[in-house]
């Protein structure tokens, strides 16, 4: 005969002599302070951290006075914690021979981790287009994974009318076909995408760039280099049509990087040692400079006064 009686779950003993008060206390977030050896860099953190000027006076500030602001963290499986924000505050103070620093341990999935991670560093003033490129790229799968997920936020439902892509725009203050246009870049091979961030190749050429083939884009590279050059946005557009045709070849990668731009047709350039043979060894190239406008303005003058005749 089967037994009537229920099963009772009892209070843990603590809870039974604990008041709300405590209990409210112990689900608050608190600040530990962690060993910075147990704090580990996000997976594929998009941002670089750079041992620069800026770096040195953030080091110089924690020396003096300690980390300010707590970073955030969450557990990591294999053991210590991951961070999500405050690489840049981790960097300084091993810098600052500080052992630990003040952090957040949150609880959070990878979708909300990523979006933390990337919204606290997108505020920083100076960002290479690389960082923001993959920045972007990361929130938005995580929103897009977020929004297939059944357990969303009423927050989430009511923004549900925007698509992924347009909260990732008007979160970061950029227009919707900006933000598309840097998450572009991404599919740029890391060389060339080194050269937009050190600006030898502008924004708008990369963006077209992007379109080519991997091996395209390896074969570029040796078109530059062998003709000198960097694509203005008329030819990156034209290399992107002729591979979208499927006709794009080295030959005809060099042919376009050893074209004459506008830019170059629309300059005269002396070098010093062409100038030299014309002015004392003691001049400067600046004073060489000085002489030629000089010249140049009288001879305006004398144009002008023949002129009126």
Not at 4 to 10: D, F
Not at 161 to 179: N, P, W
Not at 252 to 259: L, P
């Amino acid at each position: 005969m089967k037994s009537s009686a229920k099963k009772v779950e009892l209070a843990p003993y603590d809870d039974l002599f604990s008041t709300e008060e405590s209990r409210q206390e112990a689900r608050l977030e608190k600040v530990l302070e962690v060993p910075l050896s147990e704090l580990h860099p996000f997976k594929n953190h998009p941002f670089k951290v750079k041992d620069d000027e800026a770096m040195m006076e953030t080091a110089d500030s924690i020396r003096q006075y300690g980390v300010l602001v707590p970073a955030i963290a969450r557990p990591d499986p294999e053991g210590g914690y991951e961070l999500v924000a405050g690489h840049r505050r981790h960097r300084a103070s091993e810098l600052a021979e500080k052992e630990t620093m003040p952090v957040i341990v949150r609880d959070l999935d990878d979708d909300a981790a990523t979006i933390i991670m990337v919204d606290s560093n997108l505020q920083r003033e100076s960002l290479l287009p690389s960082e923001r490129a993959f920045a972007y790229k990361m929130k938005l799968d995580a929103m897009k994974h977020q929004g297939e997920r059944s357990d969303l936020t009423s927050r989430q439902v009511g923004e549900k009318s925007q698509t992924s892509i347009q909260l990732v725009a008007s979160q970061a203050g950029e227009s919707q076909r900006q933000v598309q246009r840097y998450i572009r870049l991404t599919e740029l091979i890391p060389e060339l995408l080194d050269m937009v961030d050190e600006k030898k190749i502008a924004l708008n050429p990369a963006y077209e760039l992007s379109f080519l083939k991997k091996e395209e884009q390896r074969d570029l590279l040796d078109a530059m280099d062998s003709e000198q050059a960097t694509p203005s946005l008329s030819q990156a557009q034209r290399l992107k049509k002729y591979s979208q045709e499927g006709h794009l070849t080295i030959d005809m990668m060099r042919v376009i990087m050893g074209e004459e731009k506008k830019s170059d047709l629309d300059r005269v350039t002396f070098t010093t040692d062409t100038l030299r043979k014309y002015f004392p060894k003691s001049y400067t190239p600046a004073r060489m400079q000085e002489t030629i406008i000089k010249l140049l303005e009288a001879w305006q003058r004398k144009r002008q006064r023949d002129q009126e005749r």
